[in-house]
């Protein structure tokens, strides 16, 4: 898609950079043209200049000459019409060349004439004796235009050989004719005077024979005849062009020609060499033209350059997003597959506990505990790779809370001793008396981060000490921050130099072999040092193989609360003095909560935890149950699963939240949750839970988050801890008097032990069994009702309560049986309800029997007790069997 985008810049690129190449040599042609025209337009109005100004010359002269031969004319006309002399004529022929002469001297004028049959001349020039007037060009022409004057074309002059040209005039006579010479060199010498520098000026008859040129050599040649010649060129050039200007081409070079044609029709031309200009003009067009191909390479170039670093830039886009993708598909399979390894984990974790709580026989107990002890470090191991897998989608956020640094150093301390102790090692602890107690920050990723390196401490030493150091500097006041110092020491096996750099990189494990049965991942440093970065820290190390190591950081933290901590190791040691007499630190027998989860057994987990708290507990098995529950009573903490079908955590919260009616809208809320992918924590927070516990449930925790969350005025001290576990043992060793009864029921096909794991102890299952029993006959006929009356719905309801019911007893097979009778209900399968409905019946009646053998015993009468009061007996049945339906085992006892 990005590519296809990038190939359609890049072609939209190149047609604008063409359309610019256009657009430049659109303008250079443009520009060059013009130049080239104004240097034309220069040359030409030269050329012209030129021509006319000759041309006016030379007609001027003309004129002169013409007048000159009309006057004179006339003067002879008459003369002769007055039948003068000869000789007078003759006198007037000298006296009038002299005049002429004065006025166009120039053109050395010579009159002369054949009159009277007299052949005349204004000079002394004597002509000889063959030479004949009447057959001269100048007197044939002036015959044959009777009285009018013309003008003889350029010939030879008898008497001076020089090329003249002749104007001529009949006389009155008709025989007479009067005739002026005027010689051409004279106009040759008026051109050359006139010529603008570097002009070629000619002037030609009418047969194209020149008269003047400015090239003297030229004189006399006509053009006609002179084929390939340079005055030829110029000829054909003028002859082909309809204007006056026209253009010559001659031995590769140009020139531009400017023509005037005269009055006596001959024609001045003058011709300019415009080959330089053409060459400046080209070589400047050739170096604007290099220019600009330079620039449109350069242009070009870095088109292509851009070009390809763009959809290099692209493809590492792709790349990018491709990895992103495919982290956020690994973040995503990650926490998928942290609540699917969570919730069987959770399974494992909280029936061990009741494994650990409710048997008395040791190798089962010691059994157990292993069991515990690797099911945490499997939590754990989870917990580091979906932290990890966090880190890398850069979803981890630092999220500040008030907290206290005692309760941060306590949890710290009380599960690391344990360890520590276990290993034979010594937990030394250094914590600043005068160290500020309250704080705002992140307590949760504080404690992650030095419970991380005090693990690694206490794994990695074998004998020796631990310790944990904890002090103050850069205390300020005004602003309210100090920075917390934290260092751990330990005597350990120490880091080579050369493996430190290696402590951080993720998955790297140092010595691999050596430390092959310490358990661990690789993954914990990694995540420690990125956590303190994320909090502006910095982890440093210090360490010397096989003498120990020292992990230490500064991190800044804002001060709530001035108030020095005081004898902190002080108080540890009583405190651990005291822990050993205690199991749970509280009872609270008037405090309400209420729970719900749509696990029933999580439901019952939950309270086997809290059993011995006495608090009372309303459970629901839906978030709509629990919102209805909420309607009834004020609780004093409520515990919302996360994951419920159609109504969740999150969205019951949100509905007892924002009902002003509901008298638990402020009531704290903590979520329950097997979800431990990234921002889980976050999340619960940002949506309003109070706090949240992760499952399997830490008893500790669960306590601890009573404690916190309990008002004050429902607890107090539990000082029937002791005896409450031996009720307990003894109930159970009563319990297993009743083997007999126990073996009835196996011979009856059910799973004494599911229902007792399922119930929480042999004595809740008999109990849940003895409700069950008695409730039989109910639950037949009402499912049998409902069927007869046709409504599916309800059935399948009932039958969805029986086949719960069936399963925590033991009766799994039933139970499936009656899952199938539900989903038929729920699809609408009517036939498989009619074919299957009796079979499930049957075996359901058919219990009745074992089980009355059982139960059967208790109905014998006990005639002396006192008679109940009949509304109080309401009351009570009314209570059991409410009891009885929600299958709180509790609340019946
Ligand atoms: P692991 O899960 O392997 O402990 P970590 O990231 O926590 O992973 O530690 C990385 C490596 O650093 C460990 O494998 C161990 O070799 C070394 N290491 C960490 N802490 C210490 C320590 N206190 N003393 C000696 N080596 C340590």
Known sequence: MKEKRSKRNFIKNIIYSLVMILFFVGIIVIFYSMLQKEIEENITRKCELNAVKSAEQIERYFTMGMDSISLTGYTLDNMLLDKRSNDDIRDYIVNQDISIADIIQDFEPSLYGYINGEFMTGDDWSASEDYEPTERPWYIKARSNMGRIVLVDPYEDASSDNVIITITRSLCDAKSVIALDMSIEKFQDAIMTMTEDGAIMMILDRNYTVLAHSDGNELAKNYINEEGTFGSSVVKGYRKSQDDTFFVSFDNRQYIAYGVRMENDWLCLSVMDATDHYRKLIRLMGLTAIVSMLFIFVMIADLIWSYERKSLIEELEIENEN???????????????????????????????????????????????????????????????????????????????????????????????????????????????????????????????????????????????????????????????????????????????????????????????????????????????????????????????????????????????????????????????????????????????????????????????????????????????????????????????????????????????????????????????????????????????????????????????????????????????????????????????????????????????????????????????????????????????????????????????????????????????????????KSGDSGYIKENHDSLMNSFAGLKEPLSEVFGKKETAVDDRPTADEELMKEFYKEVSSAAENMDCDELE
């Not at 344990?418 to 005068?434: F, M, Q, T």
């Open 323 to 825: 990895s992103i993708a495919a982290n956020q598909a690994k973040s995503a399979f990650l926490a998928n597959m942290s609540h699917e390894i969570r919730t069987p984990i959770n399974a494992v974790i909280g029936m061990n506990e009741m494994i650990l709580r409710e048997s008395s026989e040791e190798n089962i107990t010691a059994y157990a505990e292993n069991v515990k002890v690797a099911s945490n470090t499997l939590l754990c191991l989870i917990n580091d790779i979906l932290d990890f897998s966090k880190i890398e989608a850069d979803k981890l956020e630092i999220i500040p809370v008030d907290y206290d640094i005692s309760s941060v150093i306590n949890d710290i301390v009380n599960m690391i001793n344990k360890r520590a102790e276990d290993k034979g090692l010594l937990l030394k602890l250094e914590i600043d008396r005068n160290i500020p107690k309250i704080y705002k920050g992140d307590e949760i990723r504080i404690k992650q981060v030095i419970t991380n390196i005090l693990t690694n401490a206490v794994k990695y030493t074998k004998e020796g000490s631990i310790t944990f150091k904890m002090g103050f500097s850069d205390a300020n006041w005004k602003n309210d921050s100090v920075v917390l110092n934290v260092s751990i020491a330990d005597t350990g096996i120490g880091i080579k130099e050369e493996d430190i750099g290696k402590l951080f990189s993720k998955f790297d494990r140092i010595e691999e072999k050596k430390n092959r049965n310490i358990e661990g991942t690789g993954l914990g440093l990694s995540i420690t040092k990125r956590l303190l970065e994320l909090m502006g820290s910095e982890l440093e190390v210090e360490s010397t193989y096989g003498k120990g190591s020292k992990f230490f950081f500064n991190l800044k933290q804002t001060v709530v609360n001035w108030e020095p901590l005081g004898n902190y190791e002080e108080a540890f040691r009583q405190h651990l003095n005291s822990k050993s007499k205690y199991h749970e630190k509280f009872t609270a027998p008037t405090a309400e909560i209420l729970l719900v989860d749509d696990n029933a057994m999580n439901l019952t987990v939950f309270k086997s935890l809290i059993k011995k708290t006495l608090i009372k507990t309303d459970t629901a098995l839906s978030g709509d149950e629990g919102i209805n529950l909420s309607k009834e009573k004020i609780y004093d903490v409520i515990f919302l699963d996360h994951m419920m079908p159609e109504k969740d955590g999150i969205e019951t919260l949100r509905e007892i939240r924002a009902d002003e009616d509901n008298p638990n809208i402020a009531t704290p809320i903590i979520c329950l949750t097997a979800n431990a992918i990234s921002g889980a924590r976050e999340e619960y927070i940002k949506e309003g839970f109070d706090d949240y516990l992760t499952k399997p449930i830490d008893p500790i925790k669960l306590e601890e988050t009573l404690l916190k969350y309990l008002p004050g005025d429902r607890i107090s001290e539990n000082t029937v801890e002791e005896e409450t576990v031996e009720e307990s043992r003894e109930s159970d060793s009563s319990a297993e008097n009743k083997d007999d009864n126990l073996r009835v029921l196996e011979n009856a096909g059910i799973d004494t032990e599911a229902g007792i794991r399922n119930s929480g102890g042999k004595e809740n299952y008999m109990m849940v069994l003895g409700i069950f029993f008695e409730s039989m006959d109910e639950k037949k006929k009402e499912i049998e009702d409902y069927l007869a009356d046709n409504d599916i719905e309800n059935y399948t309801i009932k039958v969805h309560a029986l086949k719960s019911s069936l399963k925590i007893i033991g009766l799994s097979e039933l139970g499936e049986e009656a899952q199938k009778l539900e989903d038929a209900g």
